[in-house]
T-cell receptor
């Protein structure tokens, strides 16, 4: 069965360029999360979607970061005017509707972003 | 907001020995505590979780204990094997709210053959 799919798996870009990272969650998973993992660090929450709406955007580090989700499925994380400190692995996760309980997150393998 | 601290950051054990990783949390309203394992080049994967209505949960060689009064919880791995080598993350959240999981900083466990 298909898990969470992320693309690209690796992206090298120049400082100042915009990048888009894509996440295709497991079919039927209504919740979708973006996390950032810097080298040797933990998982930093960025944004959470329930369906197409984002009730919690509190983790987005600056207005250069934005995310959208369409059709209750695919999500795109966009980073504008990239900076070197944006270099990290960006992880996407999805979860089933759980009737109010926090459920298991299923993670993709991540998109490694390197900003030169 | 919630703050989760995890110790140690690195841990090496001999194959067959036990490993213990500890986490503390700050928000007394948190009631869901999962542990995730991340192998090299992969995304984290849930290995065990505990909710605050129980104090301990076991699944074969792994167990998690929770002390709500002290606001700390621990992962115990017995009879460690080389395939247990990975980064382990604890997390905490208030279940049933839209609040996201807050993860600890991770523990790199190395099991030496």
């Amino acid at each position: 069965g298909a898990g969470v799919s992320q693309s690209p798996s690796n992206k090298v870009t120049e400082k100042g360029k915009d990048v888009e990272l894509r996440c295709d969650p497991i079919s039927g998973h209504t919740a979708l999360y973006w996390y950032r993992q810097s080298l040797g660090q933990g998982l930093e929450f960025l944004i959470y979607f329930q369906g197409n709406s984002a009730p919690d955007k509190s983790g987005l580090p600056s207005d250069r970061f934005s995310a959208e989700r369409t059709g209750g499925s695919v999500s795109t994380l966009t980073i504008q005017r990239t900076q070197q400190e944006d270099s990290a692995v960006y992880l996407c996760a999805s979860s089933l509707p759980t009737g109010g309980y926090t459920g298991e997150l299923f993670f993709g393998e991540g998109s490694r972003l390197t900003v030169l | 907001g919630e703050n989760v601290e995890q110790h140690p950051s690195t841990l090496s054990v001999q194959e067959g020995d036990s490993a213990v990783i500890k986490c503390t949390y700050s928000d007394s309203a948190s009631n869901y505590f999962p542990w995730y394992k991340q192998e090299l080049g992969k995304g984290p994967q849930l290995i065990i979780d505990i909710r605050s209505n129980v104090g301990e949960k076991k699944d074969q060689r792994i167990a998690v204990t929770l002390n709500k009064t002290a606001k700390h919880f621990s992962l115990h791995i017995t009879e460690t094997q080389p395939e247990d080598s990975a980064v382990y993350f604890c997390a905490a959240s208030v279940s049933g709210s839209a609040r996201q999981l807050t993860f600890g900083s991770g523990t790199q466990l190395t099991v030496l053959p």
